[in-house]
């Protein structure tokens, strides 16, 4: 009994060694199927960021086609290459990311327009633009927002778009909204996005002012518009009489501290003013916003737009031009062409 015992006990602790041994050689399959896994979406990642590589130092070299580099990081190397096509207006880049200590590579080919730029600053498409539903709203005193052309260059535009029913209701109706439709909202379905990776671009910019407290500095000209970030409480006071280009008014990054616009006396702003998570939109006084103001949050939170006084805020498509200026100058060299197609 005690020698049959110990032959199925033996013979039991056989295959539960050839068990363990199957989990543990099922485990390492799996640990390596995810590794792999991992490195091919590394690779591909890489791949694309090699695009841009490609199209930087194409940028600072024109005569840079036709031409192999190598890019070393510290995941993995890309091989970027420029070569000119039969359009001398187009140019084709190849990417192929490698990694370290893998067999992983991902291959990206895409095709460029380099006699068309990317449009930087977004079409201006109403005079405010809500691009959150998370907001409170009121806009009185003798304050107007106006989506009509002035300029005869222009279509007219609605006043204020929001991004669905819920921000139109918000709104509500209000004769200070001129535009299509007149009184109320148009639902366009807005998104932050291109805005908040614009404010993402501009904001460690060279040229960039950050301008706080009561400022009586230049806001840029007709010829030389600039960059502002409004971080903390701004006061514009008389001795600015206009501005040029981009402004950018939003909560102060770690304090947390309100992001507030206080504009004083007969001021003029021709171009795009954001409103990038500031707790508070506060207009007050006799200041005229020529081109399109947007209202965006890229954290969830509550944005309080309270538009009062004398606050005009006048759509014009030709304020585009001194926004896409003033970027322009600050992202000349960062700039990306045109994406016609791209396959992997």
């Given at each position: 009994m005690g020698r049959a015992m110990l032959i199925i006990v033996t013979g039991m602790l056989i295959a539960l060694g050839y068990t363990f041994m199957g989990m543990s050689n099922q485990r390492q399959a799996l640990t390596s199927q995810s590794v792999?896994?991992?490195?091919k979406a590394l690779a591909q990642n890489l791949a694309?960021?090699?695009?841009?590589?490609?199209?930087?130092?194409?940028?600072?070299?024109?005569?840079?086609?036709?031409?192999e580099s190598t890019v070393d990081l510290e995941d993995g190397s890309i091989q970027i290459e420029v070569n000119t096509t039969g359009n001398p207006d187009i140019i084709k880049v190849n990417s192929t990311a490698t990694m370290n200590g893998s067999d992983a590579e991902h291959k990206v080919v895409a095709r460029y327009d380099i006699s068309q730029k990317e449009n930087l600053v977004p079409q201006f498409n109403s005079s405010l633009g809500i691009a959150t539903d998370d907001f409170n709203f009121f806009l009185g005193g003798s304050s107007n927002?106006?989506?009509?052309?002035?300029?005869?260059?222009?279509?007219d535009r609605p006043g204020v778009e929001v991004k669905s029913s819920d921000g139109?209701?918000?709104?509500?109706?209000?004769?200070?909204?001129?535009?299509?439709?007149?009184?109320?909202?148009?639902?366009?379905?807005?998104?932050?996005?291109?805005?908040?990776?614009l404010v993402k671009r501009l904001e460690d910019q060279p040229q960039?002012?950050?301008?706080?407290?009561?400022?009586?500095?230049?806001?840029?000209?007709?010829?030389?518009?600039?960059?502002?970030?409004?971080?903390?409480?701004?006061?514009?006071?008389?001795?600015?009489?206009?501005?040029?280009?981009?402004?950018?008014?939003?909560?102060?990054?770690?304090?947390?501290?309100?992001?507030?616009?206080?504009?004083a006396g007969n001021f003029d702003f021709n171009g795009l003013v954001i409103f990038e998570n500031a707790w508070e939109m506060d207009a007050k006084g006799t200041p005229t916003i020529n081109g399109s103001v947007i209202v965006g949050s890229t954290e969830d939170q509550q944005v309080n737009i309270d538009i009062n006084g004398n606050v005009q805020l006048q759509y014009d498509c030709t304020a585009h031009d001194y926004a896409n200026m003033a970027a322009e100058k600050d992202l000349d060299a960062d700039r990306i062409y045109k994406q016609l197609s791209i396959y992997e």
């Open positions: 792999s896994k991992a490195n694309h960021s090699g695009l841009q590589f490609a199209i930087d130092k194409f940028n600072s070299d024109n005569s840079w086609v036709n031409s927002i106006n989506g009509y052309d002035e300029t005869g260059q222009c279509e139109k209701s918000k709104v509500g109706e209000n004769e200070r909204i001129d535009g299509t439709p007149e009184d109320e909202a148009s639902i366009s379905g807005i998104e932050y996005d291109p805005y908040a990776d960039t002012e950050r301008i706080s407290g009561n400022y009586k500095g230049d806001l840029g000209t007709e010829d030389d518009p600039g960059i502002f970030f409004i971080e903390d409480y701004t006061k514009l006071t008389g001795g600015i009489s206009e501005g040029y280009g981009i402004m950018v008014v939003r909560a102060g990054g770690e304090l947390d501290l309100e992001g507030e616009l206080d504009v």
